[in-house]
């Protein structure tokens, strides 16, 4: 007998794909599947459309986030195995069979994480096509054991999510780095590029750049309490990049101060930092041409330098609440240490 599986789809006004995706887990070739949406409080009619495609729908009351959500989910979940699913995500049709296949087979493995296709779930902007690049190269890079959780497509034991405890509810760009290092303790946590899925990728730049950031400032203390990174764009080599990109945006006035040599320094760090992530560039230039390479790059600094600031103002926050006191742990991850 196959065991339940509870698909699991967080849903915040998603009505441009939540049908993609809510057909995406109709066409699994895993059964059985029970799916629940769970509606944040959307104002756009997606709980409607949930409900028109078969899903059972619960309601969070009130516009609460992610975290709420995935609990909410969770509680109303029957299934001995949950698949938790965003929105904007349409999930291969072998997804879920391959999640249970792994968890079934090697219960040392907490979470099974997929990753994003090479293709956007919808076409975009040309900052879309940025980020459906980025994310592809970073998602996919690694098969195997990952410090973090993908959260946008992960499977889990049901007993092993009710061990670890919720998502911390107050937690909004970093629940799933939190869970992520939570599950880590006692399980493996990996990812598999087997399990895929297409994302609907950020349409604007300053969208994106809005999320760097907050995601970025928000994630230091958590990364330097744990003194570990937690993968995709914080490795090593990206931290490294955001510290050259930052060093070359403070050279800029060198030629000012001494000379036609101080001009060296601003490219050769913007080299270097291009360098320390070569491989997502070679397949920018590699699938999208000169012209497009050249539009990635641009933005790519950009971000990069952004990530670089955020880290600046998260790494201060950090040292101010040292000296305050201590941040308050969520109680599982106390039970769990």
Request: hydrophobic share 45%.
């Amino acid at each position: 007998m196959n065991p339940l599986v509870s698909v699991i789809v967080p849903s915040y006004n998603s009505i441009a794909t939540l049908e993609l995706c809510l057909r995406s887990v109709a066409t699994q070739t895993y059964q059985p599947i029970e799916l629940i949406v769970v509606d944040d409080a959307s104002t756009d009619g997606s709980a409607q459309v949930a409900r028109a495609m078969g899903a059972t729908v619960v309601g969070t009351g009130s516009n609460s986030g992610q975290s709420v959500a995935r609990n909410l989910g969770a509680e109303h979940a029957t299934g001995e195995i949950l698949f938790f699913l965003d929105s904007d995500v349409a999930l291969d049709p072998t997804g879920v069979e391959i999640a249970v296949s792994v968890l079934r087979d090697q219960p040392g493995v907490g979470a099974i994480c997929g990753v994003y296709d090479a293709e956007p779930l919808l076409p975009g902007t040309l900052a879309t096509r940025y980020r459906t690049a980025q994310q592809y190269v970073w998602f996919n890079e690694v098969e195997g054991t990952i410090p973090g959780l993908h959260t946008a497509l992960f499977a889990i034991r049901a007993e092993v999510f009710a061990e670890t405890g919720p998502f911390d509810p107050r937690l909004r760009h970093t629940e799933d780095q939190d869970y992520g290092y939570r599950l880590g303790r006692r399980y493996d946590v990996r990812v598999t590029t087997e399990i895929r899925g297409r994302h609907d990728h950020d349409a604007t730049l300053r969208t994106i750049l809005r999320k760097v950031f907050h995601r970025t400032r928000m994630g230091m203390p958590l990364w330097l309490r744990h003194r570990t990174l937690p993968g995709g764009a914080a490795t090593g080599s990206r931290a490294l990049a955001s510290v050259a990109v930052a060093g070359a945006a403070a050279a800029l006035p060198l030629p000012l101060l001494v000379g036609p040599v101080g001009a060296v320094a601003t490219p050769a760090l913007v080299a270097t930092a291009i360098g320390l992530d070569a491989a997502t560039y070679r397949h920018v230039f590699a699938t999208g041409g000169v012209g497009f390479g050249v539009y990635f790059t641009a933005v790519q600094l950009l971000v990069t330098l952004t990530a670089a600031v955020a880290a600046g103002v998260g790494v201060a926050q950090y040292a101010l609440t040292r000296r305050t006191g201590p941040p308050q742990s969520h109680p599982t991850s106390r039970a769990n240490a």
